[in-house]
């Protein structure tokens, strides 16, 4: 062999060594991007996340509101049952008490029962 082939080979040889490790290297590296590959889909994901969180806090938002009004709603009926168990009348028109105004209805249906019996009631049908 000569020292030009002796020298080519050495070189060949080298350079065959390099390549190697450069693959080597670049498999490491690539293993290690694998690691990574998914980071995209994350923030992806990420994002729909947090728009998610988003639409769930206005819909908490707006039944939170619904709820105040229905407590509100609730508040008053409840003081309107407490007043009429304790009789509490509140005039709507010209009577003491609730007991006058039952009377006087009680009275008005009497009346006209009565004309009713005695044909004095009529029945007037408006368009």
């Known amino acids: 062999m000569s020292l030009a082939n002796l ?16 693959i080597i290297a670049e498999s ?6 694998r690691r990574y ?3 995209d ?3 992806v ?25 229905s407590q509100q709603q609730f508040n008053e009926i ?3 049952i407490y007043l009429h168990s304790i ?3 509140e005039p709507k028109y010209d009577f003491i008490s609730a007991d006058d105004y039952i009377l006087r209805l009680k009275d008005i249906k009497l009346q006209q029962e009565t004309m009713r019996k005695n044909k004095q009631a009529y029945i ?3 368009q």
């Open 28 to 33: 490491k590296l690539r293993k290690k991007l």
């Open 37 to 39: 590959e998914g980071l």
């Open 7 to 22: 020298g080519l080979l050495v070189l060949a040889s080298g350079l065959l060594v390099a390549l190697i490790q450069s």
């Open 45 to 69: 994901y990420q994002q729909q996340l947090k728009l998610n969180i988003n639409l769930l806090e206005n819909q908490q938002a707006t039944l939170n509101s619904k709820i105040r009004d």
């Open 124 to 126: 007037c049908n408006t």
């Open 41 to 43: 889909d994350l923030e």
């Open 78 to 80: 409840d003081a309107k």
């Open 87 to 89: 009789d509490y009348y």
